[in-house]
């Protein structure tokens, strides 16, 4: 007997050890169990690479835009181009939150829309027509945020056109930042066309370096920092007990609402899953195993609220500032009840680790 | 058949067991040293962060920046002489002050198990493990003996007991047993495994783990102790951990737990595993079968039985301390810790603080990313003493900054075995108001539900 647990010791020991390595990919597609690969799919499919495509057609027309303006820097190519910076910006906010892959490596979200801008440092780049628009120090002098400057920011657009239009340097850099734009969006978006969907949707392993597990916290990280800080908490100063109007999205086109409810409203359709099996389907899944309250209909429910409030703030954010916080600062306590459901609810029920932490549990 | 301590205490037996153990546990110490450097740890864990958590009363314990490399060098070199029995007493000595500084430089990191090893090395101090195949043995043969008393190897015995049978005890719940709590959290998200992925989405399984996990904890003890069923029962210990480690992101602890269950087995197989042992080493085994037996006499003896005694009336009083708290232990964690409670709850929280100027009303949002790690910042949101720990040090990094009266808030929501987030500490109360102690923390906000059992 001694000489047979001797040999199971062994045996076991080697079977656990071989263990070890269990990121396996398995795929486990059995009728009974939600199907994770078909999760990522649908994201990756449905709406993930048709949102870049999309945002990849304006951010085209926007480079034409500008050069076009650069050649040509009359009335009708000033609004053609601020009119497309508009769309463009819009088209923006249904990719902004993809910060995994390519634009993670690159700081997509970073070089396309940190603000406030740096208006002194700005006009200092353009007038010495010296620049390197791919270092991290120069994230607050390009992207949207500075062609909103340059484009809005002296006033009305005779003024602008007298500004910008006898002005090389100025034209100049308009392009220059357009076609980084531009170029940045065609590289994030070729790797999403390329391999990347593949390796994305077939890592539907459990590990924290999973794909569900890693897009969750991008997901998630996403709606707390850039959603509800950026948007509404800094302006209204709900983080800082100051407001500082001047932080607002789009400070000088004033369409910081319109692209808020973008932001928003895509966020959701994400939620939901549009055509496909998204976290509302995944909680779905979990929660019919689960007593207590259904958690995706408190999200849901959640969502509906934000909407509802967000009809009672000005088209301009940094006006609805200026004339009555109170209202930006209850749209800001309303997101951060949807923070909490899916930071620690949604978190939970889907036993994502929080970030890659990899130690050791009990 | 009476019991008595005095024939108890003159009891011998082989010493072949107790070799065994600390050569295996010496090993797997080595080895665990090394996988957590080799994983990166000690510079993730202990270098990189800016603010570590302490343990009450041991707020003078932290990592010495690269030097700290130089306290894991110690305790792995204090690993390898344990296990070859070289200078024993000074090696686990070391080993235990090394690793137990280790584990007081940041509570973050607490683990069940990094307890169970401080504590046993702990024990082992007072252990005569070095008589018998040992270096020390081999070259002093005035220090080898063949026979050692009994209670040295029941001590560790009623140690791995203890373990086993509190992590039983707590299991006793409703949260365990009627809702299959965490495990019901957990268990799907397995969904990739090969073979068992399925099967880990069926609630009947978590039930099923939930009830078996908890008699096997209560029973294995006395399984083990028992010849007639201690075979099965060590299949039983390879089972379940193998299953643990399957399933669970658990380190080096289940094989330290199959190789420790080795103690309850006949010395026949101890002198077994040392022949082996010997032929691979090519030394001679019957150098140390010298029939020889240790006596523990005089001061010596009163000085290390009265140590264990005290250590074992700790060990088995301590996990009840959570009874002179009030409210529910789970929610408050309030006596949790140290007590063998082991992959009860799956809790997550959300901490956010707020700093206000008493005076002018002032307050901003501290970013938790700015001072912790993503890993702290998750351990502290659930965790009330961490919650006080660290609006102090916020305190007294504004206050540097030429912050004034500076009063600290935190909004906070936790999750508990998949309830409903609900607020967790008061948003009213100034944390500076309150510092850390083993009294009852008032702010800590009702837990809205009930959880029945020990």
Same mark, same amino acid.
């Given at each position: 007997?001694?000489?047979?647990?001797?040999?199971?010791?062994?045996?076991?020991?080697?079977?656990?050890?071989?263990?070890?390595?269990?990121?396996?990919? +398995?795929?486990?597609?059995?009728n009974d169990?939600?199907?994770r690969?078909?999760? !990522?799919?649908?994201?990756?499919?449905?709406?993930i690479?048709?949102?870049?495509?999309?945002? #990849?057609?304006?951010? #085209?027309?926007?480079?034409?835009?500008?050069?076009?303006?650069?050649?040509?820097?009359?009335m009708?190519?000033?609004?053609?181009?601020?009119a497309q910076?508009?769309?463009?910006?819009?088209?923006?906010?249904?990719?902004?939150?993809? #910060?995994?892959?390519?634009?993670?490596?690159?700081?997509?979200?970073?070089?396309?829309?940190?603000?406030?801008?740096?208006?002194?440092?700005?006009?200092?780049?353009?007038?010495?027509?010296?620049y390197?628009?791919? !270092?991290?120090?120069?994230?607050?002098?390009?992207?949207?945020?500075a062609?909103?400057?340059?484009?809005?920011?002296? +006033?009305?657009?005779?003024?602008?056109?007298?500004?910008?239009? +006898?002005?090389?340097?100025?034209?100049?850099? !308009?392009?220059?930042?357009?076609?980084?734009?531009?170029?940045?969006?065609?590289?994030?978006?070729?790797?999403?066309?390329?391999?990347?969907?593949?390796?994305?949707?077939?890592?539907?392993?459990?590990?924290?370096?999973?794909?569900?597990?890693?897009?969750?916290?991008?997901?998630?990280?996403?709606?707390?920092?850039?959603?509800?800080?950026?948007k509404?908490?800094?302006?209204?100063?709900?983080?800082?007990?100051?407001?500082?109007?001047?932080?607002?999205?789009?400070l000088?086109?004033?369409?910081?609402?319109?692209?808020?409810?973008?932001?928003?409203?895509?966020?959701?359709?994400?939620?939901?899953?549009?055509?496909?099996?998204?976290?509302?389907?995944?909680l779905?899944?979990?929660?019919?195993?689960?007593? +207590?309250?259904?958690?995706?209909?408190?999200?849901?429910? #959640?969502?509906?609220?934000?909407?509802?409030?967000?009809?009672?703030?000005?088209?301009?954010?940094?006006?609805?500032?200026?004339?009555?916080?109170?209202?930006?600062?209850?749209?800001?306590?309303?997101?951060?009840?949807?923070?909490?459901? !899916?930071?620690?609810?949604?978190?939970q029920?889907?036993?994502?680790?929080?970030?890659?932490?990899?130690?050791?549990?009990? | 058949?009476?019991?008595?301590?005095?024939?108890?205490?003159?009891?011998?037996?082989?010493?072949?067991?107790?070799?065994?153990?600390?050569?295996?546990?010496?090993?797997?110490?080595?080895?665990?040293?090394?996988?957590?450097?080799?994983?990166?740890?000690?510079?993730?864990?202990?270098?990189?962060?800016?603010? *570590?958590?302490?343990?009450?009363?041991?707020?003078?314990?932290?990592?010495?920046?690269?030097?700290?490399?130089?306290?894991?060098?110690?305790?792995?070199?204090?690993?390898?002489?344990?296990?070859?029995g070289?200078?024993?007493?000074?090696a686990?000595? =070391?080993?235990?002050?090394?690793?137990?500084?280790?584990?007081?430089?940041?509570?973050? $990191?607490?683990?069940?198990?990094y307890?169970?090893?401080?504590?046993?090395?702990?024990?082992?101090i007072?252990?005569?493990?070095?008589?018998?195949?040992?270096?020390?043995?081999?070259?002093?043969?005035?220090?080898?003996?063949?026979?050692?008393?009994?209670?040295?190897?029941?001590?560790?015995?009623?140690?791995?007991?203890?373990?086993?049978?509190?992590?039983?005890?707590?299991?006793?719940?409703?949260?365990? =047993?009627?809702?299959?709590?965490?495990?019901?959290?957990?268990?799907p998200?397995?969904?990739?495994?090969?073979?068992?992925?399925?099967?880990?989405?069926?609630?009947?399984?978590?039930?099923?783990?939930s009830?078996?996990?908890?008699?096997?904890?209560?029973?294995?003890?006395?399984l083990?102790?028992?010849?007639? /069923?201690?075979?099965?029962?060590?299949?039983?210990v390879?089972? @379940?951990?193998?299953? $643990?480690?399957?399933?669970?992101?658990?380190?080096? @602890?289940?094989?330290?737990?199959?190789?420790?269950?080795?103690?309850? @087995?006949?010395?026949? =197989?101890?002198?077994?595993?040392?022949?082996k042992?010997?032929?691979?080493?090519?030394?001679?085994? &019957?150098?140390?079968?010298?029939?020889? /037996?240790?006596?523990?006499?005089?001061?010596? &003896? &009163?000085?290390?039985?009265?140590?264990?005694?005290?250590?074992?009336?700790? &060990?088995?009083?301590?996990?009840?301390?959570?009874?002179?708290?009030?409210?529910?232990?789970?929610? $408050?964690?309030?006596?949790?810790? *140290?007590?063998?409670?082991?992959?009860?709850?799956?809790?997550?929280?959300?901490?956010?603080?707020k700093?206000?100027?008493?005076?002018?009303?002032?307050?901003?949002?501290?970013?938790?990313?700015?001072?912790? /790690?993503?890993?702290q910042?998750?351990?502290?949101?659930?965790?009330?003493?961490?919650?006080?720990?660290?609006?102090?040090?916020?305190?007294?990094?504004?206050?540097?900054?030429?912050?004034?009266?500076?009063?600290?808030?935190?909004?906070?929501?936790?999750?508990l075995n998949?309830?409903?987030?609900?607020?967790?500490?008061?948003?009213?109360?100034?944390?500076?108001?309150?510092?850390?102690?083993?009294?009852?923390? /008032?702010?800590?906000?009702? *837990?809205?539900?009930?959880?029945?059992? =020990?």
């Amino acid at each position: 007997m001694i000489r047979i647990s001797r040999i199971l010791v062994l045996a076991t020991l080697v079977f656990a050890a071989c263990s070890t390595e269990d990121d396996s990919n +398995g795929g486990g597609n059995s009728n009974d169990n939600f199907d994770r690969g078909a999760m !990522l799919a649908n994201w990756a499919d449905n709406v993930i690479v048709p949102s870049f495509e999309n945002f #990849q057609s304006e951010t #085209q027309k926007l480079e034409a835009a500008a050069k076009n303006f650069a050649a040509n820097p009359e009335m009708s190519e000033l609004e053609a181009l601020r009119a497309q910076y508009e769309d463009a910006y819009l088209e923006f906010q249904t990719v902004s939150m993809f #910060q995994i892959g390519k634009a993670e490596e690159l700081n997509y979200r970073n070089f396309l829309n940190t603000y406030p801008v740096n208006e002194s440092s700005l006009e200092s780049k353009i007038a010495s027509g010296e620049y390197n628009l791919s !270092l991290p120090s120069s994230f607050t002098e390009q992207g949207f945020p500075a062609l909103d400057y340059l484009l809005y920011g002296y +006033g009305s657009a005779e003024a602008t056109l007298e500004k910008l239009g +006898g002005n090389e340097n100025y034209s100049n850099y !308009l392009v220059a930042i357009s076609e980084r734009i531009n170029a940045l969006t065609s590289e994030v978006t070729a790797s999403w066309q390329g391999d990347f969907r593949d390796t994305f949707v077939n890592n539907t392993g459990s590990s924290s370096t999973g794909s569900v597990d890693r897009f969750t916290n991008d997901y998630v990280m996403y709606f707390e920092k850039i959603l509800r800080s950026g948007k509404i908490g800094y302006p209204s100063g709900a983080l800082t007990g100051t407001p500082s109007p001047g932080n607002a999205e789009a400070l000088y086109a004033g369409i910081s609402k319109e692209l808020y409810l973008k932001a928003f409203n895509s966020f959701e359709d994400f939620y939901k899953g549009k055509t496909g099996p998204s976290y509302s389907q995944y909680l779905d899944y979990l929660g019919s195993m689960k007593d +207590g309250s259904d958690l995706d209909a408190l999200i849901r429910d #959640q969502f509906e609220a934000i909407k509802a409030q967000s009809a009672d703030l000005n088209n301009n954010l940094k006006s609805q500032v200026e004339s009555d916080n109170t209202k930006m600062l209850t749209a800001f306590d309303e997101l951060q009840k949807a923070v909490i459901l !899916l930071k620690v609810d949604m978190m939970q029920s889907l036993s994502t680790s929080v970030d890659y932490v990899d130690s050791d549990g009990d | 058949m009476r019991f008595s301590p005095g024939k108890y205490l003159k009891k011998n037996t082989e010493a072949a067991p107790l070799a065994v153990f600390r050569l295996f546990f010496g090993i797997m110490m080595f080895a665990s040293i090394v996988r957590f450097w080799l994983n990166g740890w000690i510079e993730k864990l202990y270098i990189a962060p800016k603010f *570590f958590f302490s343990y009450y009363g041991f707020e003078w314990v932290k990592p010495l920046g690269d030097f700290t490399y130089l306290i894991f060098i110690i305790c792995g070199i204090a690993a390898l002489m344990v296990a070859a029995g070289y200078k024993y007493r000074l090696a686990i000595v =070391l080993f235990f002050l090394s690793f137990t500084y280790i584990e007081l430089m940041d509570k973050t $990191t607490y683990l069940n198990h990094y307890y169970f090893i401080s504590i046993l090395s702990f024990l082992m101090i007072f252990l005569p493990a070095n008589v018998y195949f040992s270096v020390d043995a081999f070259r002093d043969p005035a220090k080898a003996f063949q026979k050692i008393p009994n209670w040295c190897v029941d001590s560790i015995k009623l140690l791995l007991g203890i373990v086993y049978f509190y992590a039983g005890l707590a299991k006793i719940n409703s949260d365990w =047993l009627f809702r299959a709590m965490p495990l019901k959290i957990w268990l799907p998200s397995k969904y990739d495994l090969p073979l068992l992925g399925d099967l880990m989405q069926q609630e009947w399984v978590h039930y099923a783990f939930s009830w078996s996990g908890m008699l096997y904890d209560l029973f294995i003890p006395f399984l083990l102790l028992w010849k007639k /069923t201690r075979f099965p029962a060590f299949i039983m210990v390879i089972i @379940f951990h193998v299953l $643990t480690r399957v399933l669970f992101p658990i380190g080096m @602890f289940p094989y330290i737990m199959i190789v420790s269950a080795l103690i309850f @087995f006949s010395p026949k =197989l101890h002198h077994r595993i040392l022949k082996k042992i010997s032929g691979w080493l090519k030394i001679s085994k &019957q150098r140390f079968d010298n029939s020889r /037996t240790l006596v523990f006499a005089g001061l010596k &003896q &009163q000085l290390s039985l009265a140590v264990v005694s005290v250590f074992f009336i700790i &060990q088995i009083s301590f996990p009840w301390r959570y009874l002179l708290y009030p409210g529910e232990l789970f929610w $408050t964690e309030e006596g949790f810790r *140290f007590s063998w409670r082991v992959m009860l709850m799956e809790k997550a929280g959300y901490a956010q603080f707020k700093v206000v100027d008493g005076e002018t009303g002032k307050r901003f949002y501290v970013d938790n990313s700015d001072f912790l /790690t993503p890993f702290q910042e998750k351990q502290m949101s659930f965790q009330p003493d961490f919650i006080i720990e660290y609006a102090h040090f916020l305190a007294e990094h504004f206050k540097k900054d030429g912050h004034k009266n500076i009063e600290i808030y935190v909004d906070s929501y936790v999750a508990l075995n998949g309830r409903k987030s609900a607020p967790y500490i008061d948003p009213e109360v100034n944390l500076l108001n309150f510092a850390d102690s083993f009294e009852h923390k /008032t702010f800590i906000l009702p *837990f809205n539900d009930e959880i029945k059992g =020990l």
